[in-house]
């Protein structure tokens, strides 16, 4: 018997972690890939066959050539239908200014959040076509709709997967795969990723948010429940997500009339 499956892509202790342990309380056998760490990944599949789940974890170098088209045969093959995927691989490598940024390192970040959501594409939506379903959830960043200084790299890339995302959206939901991109407008608390970035100071930067001032991972993967489980005639493609406390991206120089924080 086969078995549903959730991949996910870049799947750290915050978001691709969370989102896979959701899944699989929700009856999936979850597929954890991740570029490095053996003994972290082995810590995300205990805890989800601790709590009664199935998963499997497996390493995986996204930027080479073939590895994505691999593991998507391969758990077509071994473990059961991908019924969905998470595309959740960052591609930030700092704040760089445009000399600082040499261009391996811009062709980098457009390999990682980019050219690899659309081999991924290329991989999974023949087998999701053929069988009438499928969701393609992607985890995006403020940078996906706003450039900022020292953020040519990440911008472009996340740019890139913004509209990638618009058009896979536009070819394959006629078909019944549901393409849903995520912009995740404020920190997460994920110590793989902002915990690493900030070090020692992670826990005085979350402290310093207050209460419900960081994006709590779990809580975000019931996002990513929701939206690969809409009726297609009520699909969503894109949602932003933030803390209470924070501005949109689109308001957070607001005139001092409506400056809430200001006041």
Known sequence: MTERVFLVIGAGAGIGGHAAARFS????????????????LARLVHAIEEDGGKATGTLLDAAADGSI????????????????????????????TLGDTPHRTFELGWRLGCFGLFRLAHAVTPLMVARGSGTILVTSATAAVRGNAGQHSHAAAMGGRRML????????????VHIAHVVVDGSVDAPDTLGKLLGERFEAYKAAKGEDGVIDPGALAETYWHLAHQPRNCWTHEVDV?????????????????????K
């Open 165 to 176: 995302c618009q058009t896979l959206n536009a070819e394959f939901a006629p078909q019944g």
């Open 242 to 262: 933030r803390p209470f406390t924070d501005a949109p991206w689109w308001n957070d120089n607001p005139i001092p009339a409506i400056d809430t924080k200001s």
């Open 69 to 96: 088209e691999e593991l998507v045969d391969r758990v077509e093959r071994d473990i059961g239908p991908i019924h969905t995927v998470l595309y959740n691989l960052g591609a930030q490598i700092g704040n760089r």
């Open 25 to 40: 309380r929700g009856g999936y056998h979850a597929v954890l890939a991740r570029r490095s760490d053996d003994a972290g």
